[in-house]
C-alpha cells in the first residue's frame, strides 16, 4: 500500500512540475517577443536619435 501510494505521489509531483515547465517556457517565449520587439519599436531620444527602450 504504502508503493502504491509513494508511485502515485511521484506521479502526481512529476504532473505538476511539468505542467510548472510548460508554463515557464511560455512565459519565457513571451518575455524574448517583447524583449526583441524592443530593439525595433524604440522611441527617438533628444538630437533625434534613437534612445533606448530600457532605463539601465
Known sequence: MV???VVL???L???GAGF????LWWIAVV???VWL???VIRPAAS???RGRW???
Open 3 to 5: 508503493a502504491l501510494l
Open 9 to 11: 505521489l511521484l506521479a
Open 13 to 15: 509531483i512529476l504532473f
Open 20 to 23: 510548472a515547465v510548460q508554463a
Open 31 to 33: 518575455v524574448a517577443v
Open 37 to 39: 520587439l524592443g530593439f
Open 47 to 49: 538630437g533625434g536619435r
Open 54 to 56: 530600457y532605463r539601465w
